[in-house]
């Protein structure tokens, strides 16, 4: 099940979205292009971008990737 709420980003403070897959969530800010990918359960990153700070973690930079390959990284 996908739950979306807007909330204020963290980097900016404009609205931002999350989105929620079962442990997996995903932040995204269309104002800064912060990017957030993490795992919920375990508080591991999986994805991480702001303009200032680019983080690429052991599984790469791109993890435009189903849901499920996700989850399984958590």
Known sequence: MVTMQTI????????ALRQRYGSV???QCPHCDY?????DRTG????????EITH???YGANLTCTIEWTKALC
């Open 56 to 58: 690429v973690g052991q």
């Open 8 to 15: 204020h980003c963290p980097h900016c403070g404009k609205l």
């Open 44 to 51: 591991r990153v999986l994805e991480a971008y702001t303009p």
């Open 35 to 39: 990017v957030l990918t993490m795992c």
């Open 25 to 27: 969530s995903h932040t």
